[in-house]
């Protein structure tokens, strides 16, 4: 998909949340290839699709793997991309079945740095008020 300046409409909204569902189902209820039967939850964060509708990103996280393991999961999902295209083409109602790109979703490893810099000394040493030691002169 391509960077567009136009905004996302209501219906691209609707069908992406659409598609987040059905490859949720699948995975919540092990309608996925027989390599991925053993593998981590997976959790679909969001689903972008294009404004023609032929293509969509999905954005998934996996429970209790680090980032680099969720990276090479998603690569493995794309290349079983056919098999929930599959799947979508017959529980939603489009002209044309968009194309599936699965992704690491990036957001919980980006929380979690900032919930370490927020920890770190140097910020909790400028979050304590500069009034209160001068009051106490």
């Known amino acids: 998909m391509r960077s567009d300046p136009r905004p996302v409409t209501q219906r691209q909204l609707r069908v992406a949340e659409q598609i987040r569902h059905i490859l949720a189902e699948c995975f919540q209820r092990g309608n996925v290839p027989k390599d991925f039967l053993d593998c981590p939850p997976v959790s679909v964060m969001e689903v972008k699709v294009s404004p023609d509708f032929s293509y969509c990103k999905a954005y998934i996280s996996v429970l209790?793997?680090?980032?680099?393991?969720?990276?090479?999961?998603?690569?493995?999902?794309?290349?079983?991309?056919?098999?929930?295209?599959?799947?979508?083409?017959?529980?939603?109602?489009?002209?044309?079945?968009?194309?599936?790109?699965?992704?690491?979703?990036?957001a919980q490893a980006e929380a979690d740095k900032i919930d370490a810099l927020l920890a770190s000394e140097k910020v909790q040493r400028d979050l304590i008020p500069s009034g209160t030691a001068e009051a106490d002169d």
């Not at 793997?65 to 489009?94: C, H, P, V, Y």
């Not at 044309?96 to 979703?105: S, V």
């Open 64 to 106: 209790a793997i680090e980032q680099s393991s969720a990276a090479d999961l998603a690569k493995a999902l794309n290349k079983q991309a056919g098999f929930f295209r599959k799947i979508l083409g017959t529980k939603i109602r489009l002209r044309l079945t968009p194309e599936i790109r699965f992704f690491a979703d990036g």
